[in-house]
């Protein structure tokens, strides 16, 4: 059984950064893709990154470009997202999600998802 776990939320001031991590287990991370979404309360679901299965091919929300970071360790089956220069707005509960080999702009096509991590901006 698929399962994704995402881990390294928490509060951070604004301007501060964050490591997110997204560990896989019950499957190999190596053919499949991995999208970040995040949602805040009273807010609809966005994306925020995802990764190729081969790590060539990465893609990010306007919003988080140029802040964000993401990449894969396929040894260590996870992903993770490296978040610089957070802002306030970048509050949500992050969500890692998997889908086979490429990525994709719409959430229905990922089938794995994890539970959540709370990322929380604020002074």
């Known amino acids: 059984q698929l399962q994704l776990v995402e881990s390294g939320g928490g509060l951070v001031q604004p301007g501060g950064s964050l490591r997110l991590s997204c560990a896989a287990s019950g499957f190999t991370l190596d053919y499949y893709a991995i999208g970040w979404f995040r949602q805040a309360p009273g807010k609809e679901r966005e994306g925020v990154s995802c990764?190729?299965?081969?790590?060539?091919?990465?893609n990010y929300a306007y919003s988080v470009k140029g802040r964000f970071t993401i990449s894969r360790d396929n040894a260590k089956n996870t992903v993770y997202l490296e978040m610089n220069s957070l802002k306030p707005e970048d509050s949500a509960v992050y969500y890692c999600?998997?889908?086979?080999?490429?990525?994709?702009?719409?959430?229905?096509?990922?089938?794995?998802w994890g539970r959540g991590t709370q990322v929380t901006v604020s002074s």
């Open positions: 999600a998997a889908r086979y080999d490429y990525c994709s702009d719409y959430d229905t096509m990922f089938g794995s």
């Open positions: 990764i190729s299965s081969g790590g060539g091919s990465t």
